[in-house]
């Protein structure tokens, strides 16, 4: 079992930056690929961003490649999204997620998922 915390949202104007964090308990984090996923205000959710258990592997969609960093620190049994350059599209509940073997962009291969943070960029 792992759970999973989400922090760091808030309101940014564009340009502005943010980072979020996901705090998971459990020893075996180190043992799970994470994902970054978001749902906008009337849209389906979305994957953002993705990592290896050793951080050695990352994957984005292609609205944030450029501008967000996915990154993890498995001592401190926490992953990261660090969003540079936000556009009023960004604005989103930002959820991460946790699964076993590698990385991928499909919801549904995620096991565990965090409450959400809310995400508000401002034009």
């Known amino acids: 079992q792992v759970q999973l915390v989400e922090s760091g949202g808030g309101l940014v104007q564009a340009g502005g930056s943010l980072r979020l964090s996901c705090a998971a308990s459990g020893r075996t984090f180190s043992s799970y690929s994470m994902g970054w996923f978001r749902q906008g205000p009337g849209k389906d959710r979305e994957f953002v961003a993705s990592i290896t258990w050793s951080g050695g592997g990352t994957y984005y969609t292609n609205s944030v490649r450029g501008r967000f960093t996915i990154s993890r620190d498995n001592a401190k049994n926490t992953a990261y999204l660090q969003m540079n350059s936000l556009k009023p599209e960004d604005t989103a509940v930002y959820y991460c997620?946790?699964?076993?073997?590698?990385?991928?962009?499909?919801?549904?291969?995620?096991?565990?998922w965090g409450q959400g943070t809310q995400v508000t960029v401002s034009s």
């Open positions: 997620a946790a699964k076993g073997g590698g990385i991928t962009s499909n919801s549904r291969n995620y096991d565990y």
